[in-house]
């Protein structure tokens, strides 16, 4: 969604601008029309990612997520143009996420920095991992690293509802043999529900090369979110935490019950957005919403159980999606009189992977 990264970090216009060029096609229940300009989109993120890497100190990484499932009503051209345009921007790393990305390779091999800029892969099996292999092959690329998210992750899951089958540690052992069967060293990061550092040194005593985490940093003052919904995070129970379909993009995606996308019948706004749009122009929460509509056609504001719009609560922060252990966050920090939680610096957060034992959590000073 670069588009409202670089509005809110450089006070430019895409989505304000791209909705005055759609505004005749808000009524419509075609969405068909509605296309990203290549060009603008190349230039959000450069501006994204330029502005990144100039800010970069130190000998450290810095990659960026390129979501398959953000289709944008063209999915090949657009997922090509976000990754060449952060590739020339001088970005460390691209991680293939929210997709199978068969054919992502094939997109950028004719890039300069194809085979410079270290490109990972996100699985949730081996059979996905094979077919990625397989059908990158004609690239001579294989991945520089392969990120194995297990079932208790946040967000979208590359699970069935029956995820509670699967085990993080079963998979990772799983993939390891099959790369030193077939003589392949490629760093493993697995990644979902490690929440200590004592956690995370049981995957790297398996043979991983590293971990993937994420959650206790949505509780840190560097986290993008905004205040009150980190202390949403901090006071969740476990019984407010769910896996469901509301996602229009297929996936179960897990997220906290109290969000208050659940249920909220908010008009389609594919045109200022539209991130979710398929190659027809379709997508699930606006065939859901006209449902709703039809139905009720004497009601101002309807309710749409079934699906979300992904697009505009997630910009709006009200998709509070996390990994399985969020219930836990309360536990690492101090609870306020006023009952609200002391938040957290990365810095902690990170030195307490790197030296916390005995799966203990240090609570900050």
């Known amino acids: 969604m670069i588009h409202g990264v670089s509005d809110r970090r450089f006070n430019t216009k895409y989505i304000k601008d791209k909705l005055r060029q759609y505004k005749f096609n808000v009524a419509n229940t075609d969405k068909s029309v509605v296309q990203f ?42 997922l090509r143009v976000r990754m060449k345009a952060a590739m020339d921007a001088g970005i460390d790393g691209i ?8 054919g992502s390779f094939a997109l950028i091999e004719d890039h300069p920095r194809f085979r410079d800029v270290k490109l990972g892969i996100i699985v949730s099996s081996l059979r996905a991992l094979q077919l990625f292999i397989k059908k990158s092959a004609r690239t001579g690329r294989l991945p520089d690293y392969v ?55 049981r995957f790297l005593e398996m043979g991983a090369a590293g971990v993937q985490v994420a959650t206790r940093f949505t509780v840190t003052n560097e986290c993008g979110l905004p205040a009150d919904v980190k202390q949403e995070y901090f006071k969740t129970s476990e019984d407010n ?28 706004n594919c045109e200022a957005f ?40 997630m910009r709006n ?10 219930y836990r966050l309360k536990d690492t920090s101090h609870q306020s009189a006023d009952g609200s939680y002391q938040l957290l610096t990365a810095e902690h957060v990170f030195q307490d992977y790197q030296f916390s034992t005995d799966d203990q959590v240090a609570l900050p000073a």
Not at 39 to 66: Q, S
Not at 281 to 307: F, M, T
């Open 37 to 78: 300009d290549l060009g603008l989109l190349a230039e959000a993120t450069h501006k994204h990612v330029g502005a990144t890497m100039e800010a970069k100190r130190g000998a450290g990484l810095v990659f960026i997520n390129c979501m398959e499932k953000l289709t944008m009503n063209g999915p090949r051209e657009t």
């Open 95 to 102: 991680t293939l996420a929210a997709g199978l990305h068969l």
């Open 147 to 201: 990120v194995v998210e297990g079932p208790l992750a946040g967000g979208h899951l590359g699970f069935g509802m029956d995820w509670e089958s699967y085990d993080l540690a079963t998979i990772v052992t799983e993939i390891r043999d099959w790369l030193t069967s077939e003589k392949l060293n490629i760093p493993l990061l697995p990644a979902g529900g490690i929440f200590t550092g004592s956690d995370a040194v």
């Open 241 to 268: 935490i769910e896996v469901n379909h509301i996602s229009p993009t297929g996936y179960p995606m897990r997220m906290l019950k109290n969000s208050p996308a659940i249920g909220d019948g908010i008009r389609p």
């Open 274 to 313: 539209g991130y979710l749009l398929d190659a027809g122009g379709n997508c699930q929460y606006i065939e859901a919403y006209n449902r709703e509509v039809a139905a009720h056609p004497l009601e101002r504001k309807v309710k749409v159980l079934d699906k979300t719009c992904l697009c505009t609560h």
């Open 317 to 326: 922060f009200d998709c509070w999606t996390c990994g399985h252990t969020a």
